[in-house]
Nanobody
Framework: QVQLVESGGGLVQAGGSLRLSCAAS????????MGWFRQVPGKEREFVAV????????DYAIPVKGRFTISRDNAKNTVYLQMNSLRPEDTAVYSC??????????????????WGQGTQVTVSS
């Protein structure tokens, strides 16, 4: 089992920045690719970013590319999502997830083994 707990969400003005963290406990964190997703009420969960177990492979959804940065610190069992130039359309509940491969993160629907509870990000105009 892997437990995932997100933090760092909040209210920010458009153009501002937030850094989300996802702390993992349980099984070996470095065994897993990690992904960030977001969801707004009434819409499908949306892939945001993924990072491989080593950090050597990274990918982003087109709407966030160039504005968001995913990273991980395996010594701290934590994955991060740095969000810059935030827009009102970025408002959502952001969740992290762990998967045994990048493909399981990016496939539709995602097939991640473990999910966090999510943290709310609200961007005001």
């Amino acid at each position: 089992q892997v437990q995932l707990v997100e933090s760092g969400g909040g209210l920010v003005q458009a153009g501002g920045s937030l850094r989300l963290s996802c702390a993992a406990s349980g099984r070996t964190f470095s065994d897993y690719a990690m992904g960030w997703f977001r969801q707004v009420p009434g819409k499908e969960r949306e892939f945001v970013a993924v990072i491989s177990w080593s950090g050597g492979s990274i990918d982003y959804a087109i709407p966030v590319k160039g504005r968001f940065t995913i990273s991980r610190d395996n010594a701290k069992n934590t994955v991060y999502l740095q969000m810059n130039s935030l827009r009102p359309e970025d408002t959502a509940v952001y969740s992290c997830a762990a998967a045994s491969s990048i493909l399981r993160v990016t496939t539709i629907p995602p097939r991640c083994e473990y999910w966090g509870q999510g943290t709310q990000v609200t961007v005001s105009s």
